[in-house]
């Protein structure tokens, strides 16, 4: 949700808390009181929306951040969003719910680590050899369990021709499982590439594939 990635005010402004069994919070010296009951019964919940109309019924919009297990540092971000409840407990146990089914039963998985070159490969009149990789990490959410059948499919130009800046976007890495593609990611320079002296400019032209291994691990 744009407001938790964006706008992490918002969210302090959300699970604002006051005495007693009221929670509220002033904006722009306007009193508002917050009818996010889920924010009682879970800790980990810090917002986000409530709403209430004859024709929607009772609706919410709930975020939680809750540590990985084992891990103590490192947390993962779960968005629910339940709509046409006929009562405002019913939205409240429905969130819970859906949450803790989001914890339980998917897995976030960093599959790229930033700047970290996936091989090397020479450059078409450039001096010495073009490292690639990603300048960011990568993570996929898959179901859990299902980290075994994620499959990477690296595509790259046909073609570079030095000199290559880092940076510059040379192709793309595809995240695949079962034959579905679940993210894709843009595949940069990690190294300049200068142009090499007439000599070298002279030598052939090398043709290789390209395979990236996965480097499968807990978003840490």
């Known amino acids: 949700m744009k407001s938790s990635s964006f706008y992490p005010r918002t969210l302090k402004e959300f699970r604002t808390k006051t005495g007693g069994r009221s929670k509220s919070f002033t904006y722009n010296k306007i009193h508002q009181?917050?009818?996010?009951?889920?924010?009682?019964?879970?800790?980990?919940?810090?917002?986000?929306?409530?709403?209430?109309?004859?024709?929607?019924?009772?609706?919410?919009?709930?975020?939680?951040?809750?540590?990985?297990?084992?891990?103590?540092?490192?947390?993962?971000?779960?968005?629910?969003?339940?709509?046409?409840?006929?009562?405002?407990?019913?939205?409240?146990?429905?969130?819970?719910?859906?949450?803790?089914?989001?914890?339980?039963?998917?897995?976030?998985?960093?599959?790229?680590?930033?700047?970290?070159?996936?091989?090397?490969?020479?450059?078409?009149?450039?001096?010495?050899?073009?490292?690639?990789?990603?300048?960011?990490d990568a993570f996929v959410t898959v179901p859990r369990g299902a980290a075994k059948k994620i499959e990477s499919l690296l595509e790259l130009r046909e073609l570079l021709v030095a000199p290559v800046f880092a940076g510059d976007v040379v192709g793309r890495a595809k995240v695949m499982i079962d034959g579905r593609q679940l993210a894709e990611f843009p595949v940069v320079a990690l190294a300049n590439v200068p142009q090499a002296s007439f000599v070298g400019r002279a030598a052939p032209l090398c043709h290789w594939r390209v395979g990236a291994d996965l480097t499968l691990r807990p978003c840490t």
């Not at 929306?49 to 929607?56: N, P």
């Not at 409240?92 to 976030?108: C, E, I, K, M």
């Open 33 to 136: 009181a917050n009818r996010n009951r889920l924010l009682y019964f879970d800790p980990t919940v810090d917002g986000l929306k409530t709403g209430h109309t004859k024709e929607a019924g009772y609706c919410l919009v709930s975020t939680a951040l809750r540590l990985l297990p084992g891990d103590g540092v490192v947390a993962r971000r779960v968005l629910s969003v339940v709509v046409g409840e006929p009562t405002e407990s019913a939205r409240v146990r429905d969130s819970l719910a859906a949450l803790n089914y989001g914890y339980q039963n998917f897995n976030t998985l960093c599959i790229y680590v930033a700047n970290q070159a996936f091989t090397e490969r020479r450059v078409w009149k450039g001096e010495g050899k073009w490292k690639f990789g990603l300048n960011r």
